[in-house]
């Protein structure tokens, strides 16, 4: 069923990237094409590092164990369209002037920040694997994995930092990351302060409020 399905979700993932190239193909990205490509790629790139980051949670509180099989290809994603919106910048905006890239990059603070979440989704997508988790080993690729956390800050921080006047979706991504980063927060916590609250009441040294 999932095998099978996995096509189909696979498909429905490349439509962001159809529906523009069927826009160019008829003329209709409007006066300013470039904005509207590098637009629309850099929205799809936040909303699959978003989507691949839900599918933990989701998973844990519905119990639909098989989502774990589509979170890599969310995450490949995310990276496919990150990378799309980058060679729209170097590619059709800067004409790989390398000298106003470097520039723009050490300059305009939201570029600093879009290039970092970029560049940190490299080596996850490079190490996506299941030879590399065998050769990392569980743990190592986990924490590497984790770098996903501050690519997507580095997304939400960028949008803010480039919008000019409504900060509206910027805010929303930065509200459902913070939701998302917090479920996790809660799970590593939650375990450690029950642990921490038994043992003290079990050590007659800590003077326990209320006893
Ligand atoms: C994790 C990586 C990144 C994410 C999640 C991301 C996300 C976004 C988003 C959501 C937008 C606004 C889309 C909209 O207005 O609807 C945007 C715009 C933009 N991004 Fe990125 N981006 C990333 C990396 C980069 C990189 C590496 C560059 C170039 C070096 C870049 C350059 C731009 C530019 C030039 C704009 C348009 C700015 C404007 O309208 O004035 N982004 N990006």
Known sequence: MIRRFKPVVFLTCLIPLARLGWKAY??????????????????????????????????????????????????????????LHFLTYIWLD???????????????????????????????????????????GGKRWQALHRLIYISAIAGVIHYLWLVKADIHLPLEYGAILAALLGYRIAVWAGPRLAANKSKSLRDPRVEVPGR
């Open 26 to 83: 008829n003329g209709a990205l409007g006066a300013n094409p470039i904005e509207v490509i590098t637009h629309a790629t850099g929205d799809w790139t936040m909303r699959f590092l978003l989507i691949t980051l839900a599918i933990t949670p989701i998973r844990k509180l519905t119990e639909q164990l098989w989502l774990i099989r589509y979170r890599r290809m969310f995450g490949l994603f995310a990276f496919f369209y990150g990378t």
């Open 94 to 136: 800067k004409f790989f002037d390398v000298h106003e890239m470097l520039h723009d990059i050490a300059k305009r603070k939201f570029i600093t920040v879009g290039f970092t979440g970029f560049v940190l989704l490299i080596p996850l997508a490079l190490t996506s694997t299941t030879a590399s988790i065998r050769r990392l």
